[in-house]
């Protein structure tokens, strides 16, 4: 491999890298935006049609979380991982395959493993990788292999292309979070947006939708609930 063909697919590996890490920050706020817009549009809905929620009231019975003592499991540490039995390569299984298995074998499965190692972390990747050469999907071998950074036995333009296919995929995801209403109503504090965001989903809905100055006035509003 020339020196600037193995840049080229280090800077490439580190971008899909940097793309995964986001994509997995990206998910746990999408819950977060997703559960405080359903919560902002209920109130908005309420207030449109005139009802009033009293956040600042003593709550109901439905509203209150019962309480529940600490059982003595709740003390104790969790079960270890399950590991997944060491698999056999299947004879049709290419060479590059089965001695990239075996390279993620020595680094992850939990007998090599030190006091040291991230043990829950380690034994993942290690069942990732049983799985994926037990069913021969082996584009999820080489994905755990990206992420422990372990070389590769293909040729560069092999490699270039698998990367390349998987930065694709990762920005498509990353558009999905990105383009849904949750997210744009939560990354804005401007009222003015948020009221166009909020014309925008009480119109796919088939609701009514109030004039532009009542739809700012309710996004002001929110604030004061």
């Known amino acids: 491999m020339s020196k600037s063909r193995k840049r080229r697919i280090k800077a490439m590996t580190a971008k899909l890298k940097y793309l995964n890490g986001y994509i997995a920050e990206a998910s746990e706020t999408f819950e977060e935006y997703n559960a405080l817009f359903k919560q902002d ?3 908005i809905l309420k207030m449109i049609s005139g009802e009033k929620k009293d956040r600042n009231g003593p709550p109901s019975d439905e509203d209150e979380t019962p309480s529940r ?28 395959a089965k001695k990239l298995y075996r390279s993620i074998a020595l680094t992850t499965h939990p007998d090599k493993l030190t006091a040291k190692d991230d043990v829950e972390e380690k034994t993942r990747l290690f069942n990732a990788a049983a799985r994926s050469l037990k069913k021969g999907e082996l584009d999820k071998l080489i994905d755990v292999a990206l992420e422990l950074e372990l070389p590769i036995d293909l040729p560069d333009t092999e490699m270039a292309r698998i990367i390349s296919g998987k930065i694709a995929s990762a920005e498509k995801e990353i558009r999905v979070f990105e383009s849904c209403v949750a997210w744009h109503w939560c990354e804005t ?9 909020l014309k925008q989903a009480l119109s796919s809905q088939g609701r009514d939708v109030p004039e532009d100055g009542m739809l700012l006035d309710l996004v002001k509003r929110l604030d004061e609930v």
């Open 41 to 43: 549009y209920t109130e």
């Open 69 to 96: 003592s600490v059982a003595p499991s709740d003390l104790q540490d969790p079960p270890p991982p399950q590991v997944e039995e060491e698999v056999e390569p299947s004879p049709e299984t290419p060479a590059w």
């Open 189 to 197: 504090d401007d009222p003015i947006v948020k009221s166009r965001i």
